[in-house]
């Protein structure tokens, strides 16, 4: 039983490293498009910026849950 608990330890991790790729993604595809998006539209920059930021928290969000699921279903 000993060797069941290594592996259940070493499946947590490997799903929070799974879990950390679509945030990654998503933050990368978020600044991308808005920088993007503020060097067509200098005039729009703010209302460009608000938005990132909203986007960012919700993405980091997601990978917040991701980093406490393992513990909240841990044993």
Excluded at 56 to 75: D, H, S
């Amino acid at each position: 039983m000993q060797n069941l608990a290594e592996v259940t330890g070493s499946v947590a991790s490997i799903g929070y490293g799974l879990a950390a790729i679509g945030p990654g993604i998503g933050l990368g595809l978020i600044f991308g498009n808005s920088v993007q998006a503020m060097a067509r539209q200098p005039e729009a920059a703010g209302l460009v910026r608000t938005n990132m930021f909203i986007g960012l928290a919700v993405t980091e969000a997601l990978a917040l849950i991701g980093i406490v699921m393992p513990f909240v279903f841990g044993r």
